[in-house]
């Protein structure tokens, strides 16, 4: 899959709240971890899903596949490294990495992400700004 955008990196803290009784982060909080990400991605590109949401307009993730190589723990300093791999009329494929501060790769993912219309539930185009400001925005 060739890469459509350069990386997106997106410093974390680990925070006690993030972490199990023994100071290892949870797994289902490196989720968050990249959702934040995409998010902030998106939003260096200008697009601001408050204003989609007021079009009807919302992005969910259809699929997602994780690799959880190693833990990280309590105050460590991670980037996530993120993005878009592909573009379709209705969605987006992020390819995320997670590193530590020697860059070693904690947890990868590949996320697929549909915009869809947020009243009929159903797959929708991105509106033709919304893709002009993400292929405008390229490498």
């Not at 697009?47 to 919302?58: I, K, T």
């Not at 390819?95 to 929708?124: R, S």
């Not at 002009?132 to 925005?137: G, R």
Request: aromatic share 10%; with cysteine; hydrophobic share 40%.
């Amino acid at each position: 899959m060739s890469q459509l955008s350069p990386y997106f990196e997106f410093p974390v803290t680990v925070y006690y709240e993030d972490t199990d009784a023994g100071g290892v982060v949870y797994h289902s909080n490196y989720l968050n971890f990249f959702e934040r990400a995409r998010t902030e991605l998106l939003r260096s590109r200008n697009v601001h899903q408050r204003q989609l949401l007021e079009q009807q307009v919302g992005f969910v993730v259809r699929h997602i596949d994780i690799d959880f190589i190693r833990g990280a723990r309590l105050d460590d300093h991670l980037t996530v490294k993120t993005h878009i791999s592909e573009f379709k009329r209705a969605s987006l494929t992020f390819q995320q990495e997670i590193v530590d501060e020697q860059n070693v790769t904690i947890a990868k993912a590949l996320v697929k992400v549909a915009c869809i219309d947020n009243i009929k539930m159903k797959p929708k185009a991105f509106p033709s700004t919304t893709l002009l400001e993400l292929k405008n925005s390229d490498g």
